[in-house]
T-cell receptor, first 111, second 115 residues
Framework: GQNIDQPTEMTATEGAIVQINCTYQ??????LFWYQQHAGEAPTFLSY????GLEEKGRFSSFLSRSKGYSYLLLKELQMKDSASYLC????????????FGGGTRLMVKP | DTGVSQDPRHKITKRGQNVTFRCDPI?????LYWYRQTLGQGPEFLTY????????KSRLLSDRFSAERPKGSFSTLEIQRTEQGDSAMYLC?????????????FGPGTRLTVT
């Protein structure tokens, strides 16, 4: 299957760095997505990793290790508006690249 | 607005009634997905269309659920004889089938409450 595991909740301080981990078990794994979701809103795309290594995009970076079935999302210089749920999702190469999501990590940024 | 749109945004219905939701994807996207999300959980895949063809259905999609995409543009999701367990946010997403990112763009969702 494609079980996705990520922590349920995390708390961090404004201006700090936080790392949200995600592990997955999959056959036919294609790539790993991270989405941000504010309460009551739709998920919005943050990053996509298909190759091993770190992808940096502004304050957000995402890492993938295919051999370990592991990814993380790194958020730097945290801002209050970063308080949201962060969803890790794996995709299969087949089935139209359908996404299997984890339960999400609810991040609370405190002043 | 050229993003994914969904209608209605909220629906309250009584148990046993039928409901239908609509999704309008980004116009150049030929892949369309339906997901269901309950409070505190991540979205769960329901079904997927490539153009007008429904190519994949989750086991979550019972016989009471049916989805269509008749002309390969907008899609509808119908739930017959609704049950309280159907209460959830129903999310639609679309993506291109070529290109490097395969990013799925989500609509704002339809929140269904079954009383």
């Amino acid at each position: 299957g494609q079980n996705i595991d990520q922590p349920t909740e995390m708390t961090a301080t404004e201006g700090a760095i936080v790392q949200i981990n995600c592990t997955y078990q999959t056959s036919g794994f294609n790539g790993l997505f991270w989405y941000q979701q504010h309460a009551g809103e739709a998920p919005t795309f943050l990053s996509y990793n298909v190759l091993d290594g770190l992808e940096e995009k502004g304050r957000f970076s995402s890492f993938l290790s295919r051999s370990k079935g592991y990814s993380y999302l790194l958020l730097k210089e945290l801002q209050m508006k970063d308080s949201a749920s962060y969803l890790c999702a794996s995709s299969k190469g087949s089935a139209g690249n359908m996404l299997t999501f984890g339960g999400g990590t609810r991040l609370m940024v405190k002043p | 607005d050229t993003g994914v749109s969904q209608d209605p945004r909220h629906k309250i219905t009584k148990r046993g009634q039928n409901v239908t939701f609509r999704c309008d994807p980004i116009s150049e996207h030929n892949r369309l997905y339906w997901y269901r999300q309950t409070l505190g959980q991540g979205p769960e895949f329901l079904t997927y269309f490539q153009n007008e063809a429904q190519l994949e259905k989750s086991r979550l999609l019972s016989d009471r659920f049916s989805a269509e995409r008749p002309k390969g543009s907008f899609s509808t999701l119908e739930i017959q004889r609704t049950e309280q367990g159907d209460s959830a946010m129903y999310l639609c997403a679309s993506s291109p089938s070529i290109g490097s990112s395969y990013e799925q763009y989500f609509g704002p969702g339809t929140r269904l409450t079954v009383t």
